[in-house]
């Protein structure tokens, strides 16, 4: 999902492997400045019944 903070746009979502490959091909097919890419761990509730850790 897009956001603007000031003059850059944040992208956020869940991406596997050959997804997230195809963003920065885009990014680079438009000529855009890639400036930082994280990876976020989801945090999970107690009651999701998922036993790792966040």
């Known amino acids: 999902m897009p956001?603007?903070?000031g003059a850059d746009t944040v992208l956020?979502?869940?991406l596997d492997r050959s997804a997230l490959y195809g963003v920065l091909a885009e990014v680079d097919a438009v000529g855009l400045d890639l400036v930082?890419?994280?990876?976020?761990?989801?945090?999970?509730?107690?009651e999701s019944g998922d036993s790792r850790s966040p």
């Open 12 to 14: 956020t979502g869940p």
């Open 3 to 5: 956001q603007r903070r």
């Open 36 to 46: 930082e890419i994280r990876q976020l761990t989801a945090r999970r509730s107690p």
